[in-house]
T-cell receptor, first 112, second 113 residues
Framework: AQRVTQPEKLLSVFKGAPVELKCNYSYSGSPELFWYVQYSRQRLQLLLRHISRESIKGFTADLNKGETSFHLKKPFAQEEDSAMYYCALINAGGTSYGKLTFGQGTILTVHP | DARVTQTPRHKVTEMGQEVTMRCQPILGHNTVFWYRQTMMQGLELLAYFRNRAPLDDSGMPKDRFSAEMPDATLATLKIQPSEPRDSAVYFC???????????FGQGTRLTVV
């Protein structure tokens, strides 16, 4: 069974500080992982995906298969980064192809 | 600007009543997901469909929840009878398998009193 775990429900940092949102996963195959973000009064939307190896709004995430982790990082947090962040995993094959599973979410607050 | 549309946005109902939530996926998307958002569990997958066929509804309490896609432009989630513990925000999302990005609706906030 696929599973995504985000151990921190709340994370607070000050503006300009580094931030890391943790995500661990459990999946028997080769995972495809994502980070989604929900800003206040907006829809949940895709932030980045590991296969793209891109930096979005200064955020990056590296897939570590040895540690089964996909932590989201940003070197200098901004107040506009305050939001709910979800880590997600999609089943890329088999009978559950396309099944998209999310973690519990982390609320990030960046203080001025 | 194509978007997933959910109705109603808010619903307050009494325990024991039937609740129906509706979702209009983005035209052309053949995969539809239903999620329940709570503080404790985060986003729980209730069910998902591909080409209107249910692929997995193992996350859904079968005795009271049901999900259907009467046609490609409508997905429904029903709760009968509703209970206070069903109070949550319910999200619908749609996408295409090869794209893998899911596009979310604004959610239905359900309160069962």
């Amino acid at each position: 069974a696929q599973r995504v775990t985000q151990p921190e429900k709340l994370l607070s940092v000050f503006k300009g500080a580094p931030v890391e949102l943790k995500c661990n996963y459990s999946y028997s195959g080769s995972p495809e992982l994502f980070w989604y973000v929900q800003y206040s009064r907006q829809r949940l939307q895709l932030l980045l995906r590991h296969i793209s190896r891109e930096s979005i709004k200064g955020f990056t995430a590296d897939l570590n298969k040895g540690e089964t982790s996909f932590h989201l990082k940003k070197p200098f947090a901004q107040e506009e980064d305050s939001a709910m962040y979800y880590c997600a995993l999609i089943n890329a094959g088999g009978t559950s192809y396309g099944k998209l599973t999310f973690g519990q979410g982390t609320i990030l607050t960046v203080h001025p | 600007d194509a978007r997933v549309t959910q109705t109603p946005r808010h619903k307050v109902t009494e325990m024991g009543q039937e609740v129906t939530m509706r979702c209009q996926p983005i035209l052309g998307h053949n995969t539809v997901f239903w999620y329940r958002q709570t503080m404790m569990q985060g986003l729980e997958l209730l069910a998902y469909f591909r080409n209107r066929a249910p692929l997995d509804d193992s996350g859904m309490p079968k005795d009271r929840f049901s999900a259907e896609m009467p046609d490609a432009t409508l997905a429904t989630l029903k709760i009968q009878p509703s209970e206070p513990r069903d109070s949550a925000v319910y999200f619908c999302a749609s996408g295409l398998p090869r794209n893998t990005e899911a596009f979310f609706g604004q959610g239905t906030r359900l309160t069962v009193v």
